[in-house]
């Protein structure tokens, strides 16, 4: 089983969500308005430093990694490799 943590530009939101759901991902946690900084420079929704980011985290068996995977590198494609879309993996296990 794999966390799976993407990282995406505010404004890609709804196109990270629908691909969620094409890949019938079978829950997601969603944690708007994500600030910090990284590739793409500072995002404190400021004027100095506008924009946020949206984490999605999931929780899935290796069976769905890959055609989450396939789509996400799709959607970074279509955006170029600094549009703003990061995805990680973490081993986890179910401990309850």
Same mark, same amino acid.
């Given at each position: 089983?794999?966390l799976?943590m ?5 404004? *890609? ?7 969620l ?5 079978? %829950?997601?946690?969603?944690?708007p @308005?994500? !600030? +910090? ?6 995002k ?6 506008? %924009?946020?980011?949206?984490m *999605?985290l999931?929780? $899935? ?10 789509r996400l590198?799709? !959607?970074?494609?279509?955006? %170029?490799? +600094?549009? +703003? $879309?990061?995805?990680?993996?973490? @081993?986890?296990?179910? $401990? $309850?």
């Amino acid at each position: 089983m794999k966390l799976v943590m993407m990282i995406a530009d505010t404004a *890609y939101a709804a196109e990270v969500e629908q691909l969620l759901e094409e890949c019938d991902i079978p %829950g997601f946690t969603e944690i708007p @308005n994500v !600030l +910090g900084k990284g590739a793409t420079g500072k995002k404190f929704g400021s004027r100095a430093f506008p %924009g946020s980011s949206t984490m *999605y985290l999931a929780a $899935l068996d290796d069976h769905c990694m890959e055609p989450l995977q396939e789509r996400l590198h799709a !959607l970074r494609d279509t955006h %170029g490799p +600094g549009g +703003g $879309l990061k995805a990680y993996t973490i @081993n986890t296990e179910e $401990l $309850l």
